[in-house]
């Protein structure tokens, strides 16, 4: 096995995900156990409900990681887990599991940011992919991170380092993902439940607004939000449904519509915006990465934009966008190759930021 062999842990918020990751790229094993039918019932994630999870799976995902692997103790090198940003509750059930595991294996561990690891995703490789099976990222580039808590384009002209170009100054793509699912009547999490219905749409004539913010690269979801509840209502209205019973519900093909409308709107102002930022830094490669970046319209209208600009779209497999250890491996191999080490003193994060303007 090429060196690093990394044991990465992640669990900042509604998944449990261990990974083995060898030389910063390759996945090993990478096992995640979601909890997604877990919070389906209340809409959202309840996070006592999470840190419990996390508690009850952290052990059986271990051994189901070390099982796809075939490796001991005796060829890791070193143990990352992620420290910030997320739930503190589901945060600290990996951050202790990680000590633990470092003390009694005399191994070091390594401090991972977990957006760092959405970024990172974009260089794993798959079991039997080779590194010339898939382009890996040129500096300079611009990462779009597109998660469910955050939302930022940033440049990076090395490894490790960020310089922020542009954040949601409201809800991160993914909340509103989220949100309209829910209006919408189509459960949890929204963001492929709104995919699936958009790709039935057969009439695209509902615009949702764009927020532009003026040249910046800020993002804004929430005033689109308020044109979903708006524009759902006057949908209601239209199909003669009374508004005060919730269980009278929009037909299917509107539904489609309006799912189809509103992922237009975040795809239009994200790649728009993404493929801006490139140009102006002059960016040699783009990354997307988050659970959004599984989000198909979105890949594809970027590949578009990327293709226009004669550089490559690195995008993770959708398993690989949404959270998972494989990511915080990568991100985690770089920084121990950079000789960070974290102490058993190591406390959860919950606000921690990546980059800065
Ligand atoms: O990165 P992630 O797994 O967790 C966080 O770090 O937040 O992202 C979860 C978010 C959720 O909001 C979910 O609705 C969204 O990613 N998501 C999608 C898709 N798959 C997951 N959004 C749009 N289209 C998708 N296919
Ligand atoms: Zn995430």
Redesign the pocket.
Known sequence: MSRPLVLAIES??D?TGIALVEGGRRIVSNVVASQVALHAPSGGIVPEVAARAHLRWIVPVLDEAWKDAGATWGDIDAIAVTYGP?LAGSLLVGINFAKALAWVHDRPLVAVN?LEG?VYAAWLLDPGQEPGDCPEPVFPLVALVV????TFIAEMRDHLTYRLLGTTVDD????A??KV?RLLGLGY????A??RAAENATRYDVTFPRAWMGDSYDLSFSGLKTAARRIEADARQAEGLPSDDPTATLSDSTVAELAWGFQDSVVDVLATKTARAARAVGARSIVLG???A???A?RARLAGEAADLGVPLIVPR?AL???NGAMIGAAGACRYGAGERARLDLDARPSLPLATR
């Open positions: 900042s918020c998944e997320g977990h959405h998660s469910g808590g955050h991160a793509a993914g909340e993902f989220d699912g999490p929204g963001g492929p709104i995919q988050g659970g959004v599984a989000n198909a979105l959708p966008c949404t959270d």
